[in-house]
């Protein structure tokens, strides 16, 4: 027999939310776009694509390539800019009763520390840091690949943000253990990872990168493995949570992460392929529990035998 109840609310901070599915960045859109296919109130949360303080207009096309298991992305970060995701998106979460988070991107750490004061007095549930960014001040590069740059703004944006801060991490270092403590230190509620990994495309017959920019993000069920690898060192050096990405599409890969030790999952890539996939892992991850007799998906969590 089934047990009665079942809890699936997980914690960030002080914010709760109803279930631990929730949307990647860059590939839901700003909800409305999947509101046809299903309840964006049924998730735990939504992640809006980043935001940079002015408008965007990304990298020449073709900017998305598909792989083997994956797809390769090069869009450069695309968006409306601040000010038109205030006065023009914004009014369009506050109708939903689910988190928005907002993903926020820029080259150098007063760009950051802008956003997130600016959006901190807006209805934005949290504010995801997107540190994959270039630092233009230091060369190019990424902030997300050295500790002490990741501590430098993690500090610097935290003293800017009211919300729940969640820092997001790339793949593509040596360690990724040192960048989840130094975000931790520099005061995140919690992390999220893995970004996409670096990769790139060959067309044989022109024999060009598939790609304008010739490399891009590797994303989808390829990328799995790595992640949740990630996933589970990070669990096992930091106290915040850790929000797992990467290649999730069936409830198995939802379970492993919480195995893992990820207090909730982003599903990116899949939302492509089934705009409704999201909603079904709630459903998928309810029927679950409720068949193990498990009422608070607390006892998944972290639980893995090693």
């Known amino acids: 027999m089934a047990v009665k109840k079942t809890d699936l609310a997980v914690s960030i901070g002080d914010w709760k939310l109803k279930n631990p599915i929730m949307t ?21 949360a939504i992640v809006v694509k980043g935001i940079s303080l002015l408008p965007r207009t990304g990298n020449p096309p073709p900017r998305v390539v598909e792989t083997s298991c994956g797809m390769l992305n090069a869009i450069g970060l695309e968006n409306v800019g601040l000010e038109r ?35 901190s007095d807006t209805s934005i549930t949290a504010i995801e840091v997107n540190i994959s960014c270039p630092n233009v001040k230091k060369g190019g590069v990424a902030f997300g690949t050295d500790p002490k740059m ?32 130094a975000a931790e230190e520099g005061g995140a509620d919690a992390v999220s990872l893995i970004n996409t990994l670096l990769g790139m495309a060959i067309d ?16 989808g069920p ?58 079904e892992l709630v459903v998928k ?8 007799k ?3 998906i607390g006892q998944l969590i972290g639980s893995l035998e090693v």
């Open 222 to 279: 390829a990328i799995k493995p790595i992640a949740l690898r990630m996933v589970w060192q990070v669990c096992n050096k930091v106290t915040i949570p850790v929000i797992g990405i990467g290649g999730i599409s069936r409830v198995e890969d939802v379970l492993e992460f919480l195995l893992a030790g990820a207090t909730a999952v982003q599903i990116g890539t899949a939302n492509l392929v089934d705009p409704n996939v999201a909603g």
């Open 150 to 181: 990741a501590y430098d703004i993690t500090r610097a944006v935290r003293k800017k943000c009211s919300k729940p801060l969640i820092i997001k991490l790339t793949p593509n270092v040596t360690d990724i253990t040192a960048i989840a403590l």
């Open 204 to 219: 044989i017959k022109s024999r060009r990168p598939k790609l304008a920019n010739v490399v891009g993000g590797l994303s």
């Open 285 to 292: 991850l309810t029927a679950y529990l409720q068949e193990n």
């Open 294 to 296: 498990i009422e608070n």
């Open 85 to 119: 995701f205030i006065s023009e998106k914004i009014p369009i979460f506050e109708k939903y009763k689910t988190g928005v988070v907002a993903n926020i991107l820029g080259d150098s750490i007063d760009d950051y520390c802008r956003l997130a004061e600016r959006l």
């Open 24 to 44: 990647a960045s860059g590939t839901f859109g700003y909800g409305e776009e999947f509101a046809d296919y299903l309840d964006v109130d049924s998730l735990g």
